[in-house]
């Protein structure tokens, strides 16, 4: 059974940076793909950085240049580190895990870019 578990959101301002991190729990994590996904309000949820089992990431154009994706296989961990953060990254922040055996989702984490 996979369990994924999001941290590191909050309230930042403008400019400032958040790393999130995603720890996954069971065997599946290390040939797994890992991505974040983000849903804002009145929104669909969206995709925001990819990372596969071997290490090639993409990202939204949104996001690129400022957020970067990583993981630690030892650690069965994958993260987000966003800077420069802006007021429309604001949103709820989810991992994903994609499985021989399905997708799995944590909970979300929120992020609120705000002066």
């Known amino acids: 059974q996979v369990q994924l578990v999001e941290s590191g959101g909050g309230l930042v301002q403008p400019g400032g940076s958040l790393r999130l991190s995603c720890a996954a729990s069971g065997s599946a994590f290390r040939l797994a793909a890992m991505g974040w996904y983000r849903q804002a309000p009145g929104k669909q949820r969206e995709l925001v950085a990819r990372?596969?089992?071997?290490?090639?990431?993409n990202y939204a154009d949104s996001v690129k240049g400022r957020f970067t994706i990583s993981r630690n296989n030892a650690w069965k961990t994958v993260y987000l580190q966003m800077n420069s953060l802006k007021p429309e990254d604001t949103a709820v922040y989810y991992c994903?895990?994609?499985?021989?055996?399905?997708?799995?989702w944590g909970q979300g984490t929120q992020v609120t870019v705000s002066s």
């Open positions: 994903n895990l994609e499985g021989s055996s399905g997708n799995y």
């Open positions: 990372i596969t089992s071997s290490g090639s990431t």
